[in-house]
């Protein structure tokens, strides 16, 4: 695990430790402190602490009552139900959208900055978050926007960064669940999300096959 060579913030510590966790560097069942991970990220307890408290809120780690951390490890089918807890919490909220006539005019502006970035690589992923962020933006509900918020943070935004997800294919079809919602069509907004999050755990599958 390589030092911080300046203060970072609490996500950008969580992001390293998660990091560690599915990549299989830090095992299931691992127990650390905040003072072995500070003095390994070359920081202060302070951040490592907020940093472990947000990865708890995702399921990554655990406290202990001995004040260890238990590391809880990731599996390909953690990461597939994780991923389809996140498809139902979605279906839902688009539900919301169409029920109440939410407008969704965020939901094209992100669209239509994620496909103007979708050919420029591994960054594009930023825009693609943004998108199902403005999902919950149309509710103007903060608590469902925080726990979205932290879904999309911990097993999906990792998941986009490490299987290689083609943005180009991944926004076309953002663009159908749009469509879908703008329609007020909800069987056909279900099983566009469906289609969605399919297409990244088949190419999950894919990556996971190839090193099996």
């Known amino acids: 695990m390589e030092q ?3 203060i970072q913030t609490k996500n950008y510590i969580a992001d390293i430790i998660r990091n560690e ?3 299989g560097n830090m095992k299931d069942g691992d127990e650390v402190t905040q003072e072995q991970l500070a003095e390994k990220l070359g920081v202060s307890r302070m951040p490592v602490r907020e940093a472990l408290q947000l990865l708890e809120q995702q399921g990554f780690v655990t406290r202990l009552l001995n004040r260890h951390i238990k590391i809880n490890g990731i599996s390909k089918y953690i990461f597939i139900n994780n991923l389809r807890m996140l498809s139902a919490v979605e279906k839902e909220i688009a539900s919301i959208i169409i029920e109440e006539n939410k407008s969704a005019e965020s939901l094209k502006e992100a669209l ?12 594009t992923y930023k825009y693609d978050l943004n998108f199902h962020a403005q999902l919950t933006k149309c509710l103007d509900d903060e608590y469902i926007a925080n726990m979205h918020f ?17 943005f180009n294919i991944s926004a076309e079809k953002a663009e159908n669940i749009i469509s879908s919602i703008l329609e007020k069509n909800k069987g056909k907004m279900q099983k566009n999300i469906d289609e969605y999050y399919n ?8 990556v996971y096959n190839e090193q099996s």
């Open 112 to 123: 239509n900055e994620y496909k103007s970035q979708a050919a420029f690589g591994k960054e």
């Open 21 to 23: 966790i599915i990549t």
């Open 4 to 6: 911080i060579a300046t």
């Open 150 to 166: 932290n879904m999309l943070n911990g097993f999906y935004a990792y998941a986009v960064r490490r299987f290689a997800i083609d």
């Open 199 to 206: 297409f990244i755990i088949d190419k999950m599958n894919e």
